[in-house]
């Protein structure tokens, strides 16, 4: 029997799986925005609407490599691509985020009026010199390498999770990412540097649209060594936005949860990263210390409501999944989906 044409046949399977479909969602509401500030986005809508076309072409082309292969390798692989946009979506934001006017004020004030001074300030002064700097730059870097660990976790340990994991993590990045499109906030990194802020007097203007014409980052931490190194070449890149909530503290706060589902002695290994992690996010003065409490409440929520979306038809793993071959051998062993 071809057991390919067989499960095609018995467990027709989507064009769009559930992360596809998640980012065809966010690709139109980014469109819906995009022609909101048409006329201010003239400079780069060119390049702005060709990136996403290029993620259709992709995408398409995976798919078709599915069809023409279904089993688990080509399945994870097209999904893995969507995780990987990551690096593209993030910085992405800035384009209809910096189009807000900045909450930055508000943060923190609401620092100074809870802590009755500026905690991304006061820590990294607390705790200053090489070693400390180096471990909480480790921390921050540890994000990364917790997206990679659960994917990879789920691939080659859990594979039959695969699908409900990458998607409750996905679904979770783009609700994050809805909220900074419509709340700006840069971070005491960007905001402490604007003229018209004294920390020491704890005056904190409005700043509205600073950030859209100047998004210079004014590194609040030093370089001492290789991490603080490697996360200064990171930020190189980023834009003044997603301060509040920290999805550093969120999305890391949800990838340690499903960590523990999956195994608990995973778990426990993940733990001091996260800990470590939360806690960097103030030190390197990335984040407010309103955006940790942020992140840590919105991650309760956000992985409840990616929970329900994943139970219902339009984003649950479409039959047949568990029938695949991992990488397309068409023997009938199954003991490897464990």
Same mark, same amino acid.
């Given at each position: ?15 769009? #799986? ?7 969602? =966010? ?14 986005? %003239? ?7 060709? /990136? ?13 490599? =599915? ?11 097209? %999904? ?7 690096? *593209?979506?993030?910085?992405? &934001? ?25 905690? /991304? ?15 909480? #730059? ?27 994991? %990458? *998607? ?5 990045? *783009? ?15 960007? =905001?402490?540097? $604007? ?28 370089? %001492? ?29 949800? &990838? ?21 992690? $939360? ?8 984040? =407010? ?12 929520? *956000?992985?409840? &409501? /990616? ?32």
């Amino acid at each position: 029997m071809d057991l390919k044409n067989y499960f095609k046949e018995q467990y027709p399977m989507p064009g769009l #799986n559930g992360v596809e479909k998640l980012s065809a969602i =966010y690709i139109v509401i980014t469109l819906l925005l995009i022609a909101t500030f048409f006329n201010e986005l %003239t400079d780069s809508i060119v390049g702005i609407i060709g /990136a996403r076309l290029a993620i259709i072409g992709v995408t398409s082309l995976l798919i078709w490599l =599915y069809h023409k292969y279904p089993c688990h390798a080509t399945f994870q692989l097209r %999904t893995v691509f969507q995780i990987s946009l990551l690096a *593209f979506w993030y910085p992405d &934001i800035y384009h209809i985020a910096s189009m807000m006017p900045s909450q930055d004020h508000l943060l923190a004030m609401a620092d100074q009026v809870i802590f009755g001074c500026q905690p /991304a300030i006061t820590f990294s002064q607390a705790l200053s010199g090489t070693f400390w700097n180096e471990l909480f #730059n480790l921390g921050y870097f540890s994000y990364y390498l917790m997206i990679a660990a659960i994917v990879l976790l789920v691939i080659i340990k859990r594979p039959r999770r695969f699908d409900r994991v %990458t *998607f409750i993590l996905m679904a979770s990045f *783009f609700m994050y990412y809805f909220v900074f499109l419509l709340f700006n906030s840069a971070g005491p990194q960007y =905001y402490f540097s $604007c003229p018209q802020v004294d920390v020491s007097k704890a005056i904190f203007p409005p700043v509205y649209n600073w950030f859209k014409d100047h998004d210079s980052l004014n590194h609040m931490s030093q370089i %001492t060594g290789p991490f603080s190194f490697l996360i200064h070449q990171i930020q190189g890149g980023e834009r003044p936005i997603a301060a509040f909530p920290s999805s550093h503290v969120g999305a890391s706060t949800i &990838i340690l949860l499903l960590t523990f589902k999956l195994k608990k002695k995973w778990g426990y290994i993940m733990l001091p990263f996260w800990v470590i992690l $939360c806690l960097s996010t103030v030190y390197i003065g990335a984040h =407010y210390a309103v955006d940790v409490v942020g992140g840590l409440a919105s991650a309760f929520i *956000f992985i409840y &409501i /990616a929970n329900k979306l994943y139970k219902t038809q339009l984003f649950h793993r479409p039959p047949g999944f568990d029938e695949l071959h991992r990488f397309g051998h068409h023997h009938k062993h199954r003991h490897h989906h464990r």
